[in-house]
């Protein structure tokens, strides 16, 4: 008996639970991975890993039993092509700001004929998971219609930069950030499609799970050490 993907977990309903992976190494990698975590993914747009590092860290991200994702740099085909072809069992692609740009990003993921993705990669997946970040108001005006897209498998939500966006404040409670989460989190119920969100800690993850949202990520790996490190020093130090 075979393992669902994280794919028919989300389509079944389920919560997935990740880690955020900003530190290239496969041993934090594996050590992320090895902590009961759904997913890790590999932040390629704000992370010091590269290229050249994706195919040891996908590789030991899924034998540690998690799936690998990569949070690309761009919404460009060559950025996705490559973290696919590089072992990425998915991609988080940011700043898509139309439903005509998550069509191009969507198409980027897939093979002829139902995309223009070019075959290659030793290591590569052939029917990967594809993610659009909602960081703007303008994104979230288009959203119903990205939604529609065939092969746009959900959405994922970037809280800090859709703050700053609209101007308030970090936090969840904030009302102006509260509201365009739920016109956020109706629009994916309504399309029967999974929403996921970025989160640093588990308190705010599970607030986030509570309202719906299945792609949850409860930990940053270089947030973690600092926030453990600190609170040990402060109980050596009491």
Not at 37 to 60: F, I, K, N
Not at 176 to 190: G, H, M, N, Q, S
Request: proline letters at 5%; aromatic letters at 4%; a negative charge.
């Amino acid at each position: 008996m075979t393992t669902p993907s994280l794919r028919d977990r989300l389509r079944g309903g389920e919560a997935a639970y990740g880690g955020w992976l900003t530190v290239p190494h496969v041993l934090g990698a594996r050590a992320l991975a090895t902590a009961g975590l759904d997913y890790v993914v590999v932040d390629l747009q704000h992370g010091a890993a590269t290229e050249h590092d994706l195919a040891a860290l996908t590789m030991a991200i899924r034998q540690a039993g998690a799936t690998p994702i990569g949070r690309v740099r761009y919404a460009h085909p060559a950025d996705i092509g490559r973290a696919l072809d590089l072992g990425c069992d998915g991609v988080i692609v940011p700043n898509v700001e139309s439903a005509e740009q998550a069509a191009s990003v969507a198409g980027a993921c897939r093979y002829p004929p139902a995309g223009y993705r070019s075959a290659g990669g030793t290591i590569a997946v052939a029917d990967p998971l594809c993610f659009v970040m909602v960081e703007s108001p303008r994104a979230i005006a288009d959203l119903d219609a990205t939604l529609a897209i065939e092969g746009v498998d959900g959405v994922y939500v970037g809280p800090r930069d859709l703050s700053y966006s609209l101007g308030c404040a970090l936090d969840p409670h904030d009302p102006v950030l509260r509201k365009e989460l739920e016109r956020i989190w109706a629009a994916c119920t309504a399309a029967g499609k999974p929403s996921g969100v970025h989160a640093s800690d588990g308190a705010t993850a599970r607030l986030y799970r509570e309202n719906g949202c299945q792609l949850l990520t409860v930990v940053v790996d270089a947030v973690a050490v600092t926030r453990s490190a600190g609170a040990e020093l402060a109980a050596a130090r009491d």
